[in-house]
């Protein structure tokens, strides 16, 4: 009686531990597929007053990107049920941590956006808002030699904040 109790008491300690994870995603999106299928991204001009050259187009693509791997959306060019506008609004460098011989030791590289989102289905979740994100350098480097890297680094967080505020509901 004993041995069966053991064998039992086995295979539940057994099926519990491999039935049961937990798993976190923090990249889907809640969207009714039922009632939303399709979305527009257009271009985002670059309106600042420093430009990096490809920062439009690949920023526009970097979102596009992410709604495509993080969606089941289609990707339309006009009566789209989710439409997401917007502009390069500022690509500022501010020095940072000044030593002291009155020179920067670091820079700061700041990314400004303006970001409309349009829900055709939803018109209560409309918004008109900035997101901004920023990296820091050694001011040793210049930033035409790191300027892709640092642009990357930057679009990856601006490209998260404006996902998770249009379809992740964070």
Known sequence: MTRIFSL????LFFLTFIGCSIS???NQSTIDYSIINTIRISDFPNHATL?????????????KDKFTRGTRLEMVNTNAD?????EITGYNLTPMAVKE??????????????????NSVQPEKNFEQSFS?????????????????VDD?????????????TVGDW
Do not use: H
């Open 133 to 149: 994100a920023y990296t820091t350098f050694d001011s040793n480097r210049m930033l035409t030699d790191i300027q892709t890297e």
């Open 24 to 26: 976190y995603t923090f």
């Open 101 to 118: 011989d009155a020179y920067s030791s670091e820079t700061k590289l700041t990314i400004t956006i303006r970001v409309r989102y349009f």
């Open 82 to 86: 989710l439409e997401i506008e917007g």
């Open 8 to 11: 039992w008491l086995s295979c």
């Open 51 to 63: 430009v990096s050259p490809l920062l439009s187009s690949t920023l526009t693509e970097n979102i």
């Open 153 to 165: 680094e930057i679009m990856l967080e601006l490209v998260d904040q404006i996902y998770n505020a």
